[in-house]
């Protein structure tokens, strides 16, 4: 598999989960007891700040733009992290994966295990964000909390609600489960002159 594959399916996947979110707004009759536009601001993570503010009982607001404002900040955020990504790894992303994850004495491993962990935890995200659109008072949040582990001391710590910390927050602490547990870098072979050349 290639880097820049997996790079940009785990970017299509985001697009596709805010689009289907934001259809669904503009499609679903508005109910006083849900809502597509906090999964939406949930998606848009901590860029929703823009539009919800911080405080304990600020929302996005309802209707089809606050929606549309929460979807154009989460696909841009999709957007520039994918450039990031493809910057920050402009060596290796023509490259099969194992050039990324070669470097590290447990990186194969620890890079499935942690890619593993950061889709399981997305993808329960979204089905806790379809639940709270579609059920007044769901409960289906409090499922996330052992996925999420260190991150949930966050919910309890801050004053207000972080959006994006159950959608995102398994995958970031992914990417530190990556880069504390893949071990040290392996020094690069150098290729040895065949003896027989002549």
């Not at 398994?170 to 150098?190: E, T």
């Amino acid at each position: 598999m290639r880097l820049r594959t997996l790079i940009t399916a785990a970017a299509g996947f985001h697009a596709s989960a805010v689009l289907a979110f934001l259809t669904a707004a503009a499609l679903v009759e508005p109910s006083p007891d849900a809502s597509f536009t906090g999964p939406l601001a949930e998606l848009a993570g901590p860029a929703s700040m823009l539009v919800i503010g911080v405080g304990p009982d600020d929302g996005p607001g309802e209707g089809i733009l606050p929606a549309l404002v929460c979807a154009a900040l989460a696909l841009t955020q999709a957007a520039l992290l994918w450039t990031l990504l493809r910057w920050r790894l402009r060596d290796l992303w023509n490259g099969p994966l194992s050039g990324l994850t070669g470097r590290f004495r447990n990186g194969p491993v620890i890079f499935w295990l942690a890619t593993a962990y950061g889709t399981l935890t997305f993808a329960a995200a979204l089905l806790v964000d379809l639940s709270y659109a579609t059920e007044s008072g769901s409960m289906a949040g409090i499922w996330m909390m052992p996925l999420l582990g260190p991150a949930t001391i966050l919910w309890f710590a801050l004053p207000f609600t972080l959006p994006g910390l159950m959608t995102l927050g398994g995958p970031v602490q992914a990417w530190v489960f990556w880069r504390l547990l893949r071990g040290r870098r392996v020094p690069a072979v150098a290729a040895v002159p065949d003896a027989t050349a002549g």
